[in-house]
């Protein structure tokens, strides 16, 4: 079928998410902090975990557990088989056209130091220029910053407005000749801020440029296809999108996954090794030396099967929903200012109460059972721009409810009262 035909089944199916359900699925979700039931609004910086994830880690180790791809035995196979159909099922998730552009990293950061450590210092010299955007996560930032400093090339940054959305034609305006690669967020974790990612991407091509796009806050809510994006390399973490921690993958067109020199050396990266010369493998295996998260790599496809086990879109309208609904509310809040509002956001509720510390604010919500983030979200930049230290990030995941923003709402009014 194609896509279109899909969506638009997808549009009239107007299924609804069980959040009830969801909810049974992950056990962490039923306890109390502080006598208090818990609201876990902390997504954005790692999602709990389905059973589902906790039973296929659980069932790897009692049940087939080995290295993977040398050994000829039978657990060493059935490993193997199992770490190799969660790369295809990743391949699947990201719409990729061959599971060999799927490469296991332990995240998104991994992900992207990789691809500018690979491609970066193959492909960028002196006088070349590295384009990012104003509201990059600092693991979208430091490694080009580290790969322009080694090369002598220059790192250009697109702005973004008050409302915290790249301003289009200064993104355009900073494209040229001597762009070799534009790497940019696809949801911002710290404004929420959805990227017309298509239309960038589309863009940086245009002028000849590579394009890396940071899938961290994307992957948990969008159903993704990477050859309609159009991007070259795209990133996402395991832990993010419900599946265990320190696994993720990177996806790269094949025909530039295979022009690029490997990024550590070790086992399982080589076709042959002697003292005088070693003949490198093919990707993917070229870019993982080591033996890899197995157990990690199988948790994350239990996971990318949990996501696909619902209607994609009765996910998003529900994140959707919570969305506008917390938007709302917050919004009536008095000394409260909300921070990115951007006409097309995803998942993340960002602001700062007037006069008191946004540490503060997270340490008396945490008294309430109520899970957010304070801090800079490894946004510095993004800070700077809206003039302020840290912000609360409340963040919203498939199974949160509203009443749990109704409780984050009077936690904050509860904040007003302590500090008035
Ligand atoms: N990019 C974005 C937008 C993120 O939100 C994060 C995590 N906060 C990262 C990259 C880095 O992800 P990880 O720490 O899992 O490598």
Redesign the pocket.
């Known amino acids: 079928m194609v896509s279109t035909e899909k969506a638009a089944i997808d549009r009239q199916s107007g299924a609804v998410l069980d959040v009830e359900a969801v909810r049974r699925d992950f056990p962490a979700l039923a306890q109390k902090i502080h006598g208090r039931p818990l609201a876990y609004l902390d997504s954005?910086?790692?999602a709990q975990k389905p059973e589902a994830v906790i039973a296929a880690q659980g069932r790897c180790y009692r049940e087939y557990y080995s290295n993977v791809h040398r050994g000829v035995h039978t657990l060493s196979q059935r490993s193997t088989e199992a770490y190799e159909r969660a790369r295809a099922r990743v391949a699947r998730f990201l719409g990729a056209a061959s599971e060999r552009e799927i490469v296991f990293v332990?995240?998104?950061?991994?992900?992207?130091n990789l691809v500018a450590q690979t491609w970066g210092r193959s492909q960028v010299s002196a006088g070349d220029e590295v384009l990012i955007t104003e509201m990059?996560?600092h693991?979208?930032i430091v490694p080009w910053q580290m790969l322009c400093e080694e090369r002598g090339a220059r790192l250009r940054v697109a702005p973004i407005d008050d409302q915290g959305q790249v301003i289009p034609e200064e993104f355009q305006r900073r494209l040229g000749e001597r762009t070799r690669i534009a790497a940019f967020?696809?949801?911002?974790?710290a404004l929420g801020t959805i990227n017309p990612v298509r239309e960038m991407t589309a863009a940086a091509q245009a002028a000849g440029a590579v394009v890396l796009v940071?899938g961290?806050?994307a992957a948990p809510h969008f159903q993704l296809d990477v050859q309609e994006l159009g991007c070259d390399f795209y990133?996402f973490?395991s832990?993010?999108a419900y599946g265990p921690?320190g696994v993720?993958a990177l996806y790269g067109r094949l025909a530039l996954l295979e022009k690029m020199p490997p990024y550590q050396g070790g086992g399982e990266m080589i076709r042959s090794v002697t003292f005088e010369k070693t003949e490198y493998a093919p990707p993917p295996a070229r870019f993982e030396a080591g033996t890899p998260d197995i157990a990690g790599a199988i948790g994350l496809a239990a996971a990318l099967d949990y996501i696909d086990g619902h209607d994609r879109r009765a996910i998003q309208r529900h994140e959707e929903d919570l969305l506008r609904y917390g938007t709302e509310a917050l919004s009536r809040l008095p000394g409260l200012r909300l921070i990115g509002t951007a006409a097309h956001k995803a998942a993340v509720l960002s602001f700062v109460v007037d006069g008191v510390h946004a540490h503060d604010v997270g340490t008396i919500l945490d008294l309430e059972g109520i899970a957010v983030r304070v801090g800079h979200?490894?946004?510095q930049p993004v800070m700077r721009h809206f003039r302020v230290p840290a912000t609360v990030r409340a963040s919203l995941a498939l199974y949160n409810r509203r009443d749990e923003i109704d409780r984050l709402v009077a936690g904050v009014r509860k904040v007003r009262e302590v500090f008035a």
Do not use: L, P, Y
């Open positions: 954005a910086a790692s332990r995240g998104a950061t991994e992900g992207i990059e996560h693991s979208n967020t696809h949801v911002s974790n940071d961290a806050q990133v973490s832990h993010k921690t993720g979200h490894c946004a």
